[in-house]
C-alpha cells in the first residue's frame, strides 16, 4: 500500500495537515501517518501528540509538508530527512506555507513554484532561486508538488490521487469533499492584489490616487502630472518600486475592484465593467479571465456574499 507521511511540527496549520489525511484516507488505497521531529507539537490552539519520528520518512511514497509559521526555523534534521526521501525517489508535496519547509531543502531551486497569494512575495524574496508564481492553485514538477493555501491543498491531493489510481477514484474522494474535480492547478488563486510599492516611497501616493480614480480613462500623462514627474520618471519608478508598469497595475486594480462588485452586488457584468473603468465588457471579459483564470460569471457564482 502507498505509504504516505505528514511532517508536522510546531506551529503547524490544523487544516493544512488534515486536508491529506483525509483526502488519502477515503479512498483506502493510501496509509497515511504522521510524524516529526517531536513527539508533541504545539500549535495556536492545541497540542497534538505526533506517534511518529523521522524515521517514517525512510520508507514513505509521498511525503506531505503542510504549512508552518513562516517564520519557523526548520530543524536541520527534518530537512536531511526530506532530502533523503526525495533522493530515494519519494514524491514531496507541500501545502500553503509548507512551501516554506519545502524551500529550505534546496529541493525546489531552479523550479517554479506556488504558495498562498498572502506568502509568494516573502517566499520569493528569501529564495530568489526559486521560481513562484502567486496566481495558481498548485504546481506538479513530477516528484515535486506544491499548492497554494487552505481548499488548493484539497485540489493537489486529489490531483495526486488522479495521477495514482485515475479519476473514478479521485471523483470519489472528491464526492466525499463536497469539491469539484475540475478545477485544475493552472487556476487562478482568485484574490488579486495589485503590486503595491512600500509604504512610505515616492509612489505611495500616486498608487492611493489611481485605486480612488480608477475608474477613469487615465493616462500616462495623467499620472505624470499628478505625481509632478515625467513620464518617462514615472515609468522608471513603477518598475523600480512595483515591478510593473502603470497600466498593468491599473488593470489589476480595476479587476480588484470588479470582485467586490461581483460577490457584494447584483449589477449586470456590463455595468461592473463600465463601474471599474473598462471601456467595453468585451474588454473586461478578456482582462478578468486573463488576471483571475476564471470568468465573471463564475467567480460571482463562486464567491457571492
Known amino acids: 500500500m502507498h505509504q504516505v507521511a505528514v511532517v508536522v511540527m510546531d506551529s503547524v496549520i490544523p487544516f493544512d495537515f488534515a486536508v491529506p489525511i483525509d483526502a488519502f484516507g477515503w479512498t483506502g488505497r493510501y496509509r497515511v501517518r504522521l510524524c516529526g521531529p517531536k513527539r508533541t507539537v504545539r500549535s495556536a490552539l492545541f497540542e497534538l501528540k505526533v506517534p511518529h519520528g523521522l524515521e517514517l520518512l525512510s520508507e514513505a511514497d509521498t511525503v506531505v509538508l503542510p504549512g508552518h509559521a513562516p517564520d519557523l526555523v526548520v530543524p536541520e534534521r527534518v530537512l536531511e530527512a526530506v532530502r533523503a526521501a526525495a533522493a530515494r525517489g519519494a514524491r514531496i508535496a507541500s501545502i500553503c506555507s509548507g512551501a516554506f519547509v519545502f524551500a529550505a531543502t534546496g529541493l525546489l531551486d531552479g523550479l517554479r513554484a506556488t504558495t498562498h497569494w498572502a506568502a509568494a512575495a516573502e517566499l520569493a524574496a528569501r529564495h530568489p532561486s526559486i521560481e513562484v508564481d502567486p496566481d495558481v492553485l498548485y504546481v506538479d514538477n513530477g516528484q515535486f508538488l506544491t499548492s497554494a493555501g487552505a481548499s488548493a491543498g484539497l485540489?493537489?491531493?486529489?490531483?495526486m490521487i488522479r495521477g495514482d489510481h485515475g479519476s473514478a477514484v479521485a471523483a470519489d474522494a472528491a464526492r466525499r469533499a463536497v469539491m469539484p474535480l475540475e478545477r485544475e492547478g493552472g487556476q487562478a488563486q482568485f484574490i488579486v492584489t495589485p503590486p503595491a510599492a512600500p509604504q512610505g516611497t515616492e509612489l505611495e501616493p500616486l498608487l492611493r490616487w489611481m485605486e480612488a480614480h480608477a475608474a477613469r480613462e487615465l493616462t500616462l500623462e495623467d499620472l505624470a502630472r499628478q505625481a509632478g514627474m515625467s513620464t518617462?520618471?514615472?515609468?522608471?519608478?513603477?518598475?523600480?518600486?512595483?515591478?510593473?508598469?502603470?497600466?498593468?497595475w491599473l488593470h489589476r486594480t480595476r479587476v480588484r475592484q470588479a470582485q467586490h462588485l461581483l460577490e457584494t452586488t447584483k449589477d449586470?457584468?456590463?455595468?461592473i465593467a463600465s463601474r471599474v473603468g473598462f471601456g467595453s465588457a468585451t474588454a473586461f471579459r478578456?482582462?478578468?479571465?486573463?488576471?483571475?483564470?476564471?470568468?465573471?460569471?463564475?467567480?460571482r457564482a463562486a464567491f457571492r456574499l
Do not use: M, W
Open 155 to 159: 485540489d493537489l491531493c486529489l490531483h
Open 232 to 248: 518617462r520618471t514615472v515609468n522608471r519608478r513603477f518598475r523600480e518600486q512595483t515591478g510593473t508598469t502603470p497600466l498593468q
Open 268 to 271: 449586470p457584468v456590463e455595468l
Open 286 to 299: 478578456d482582462r478578468f479571465k486573463r488576471i483571475t483564470g476564471t470568468s465573471p460569471h463564475a467567480y
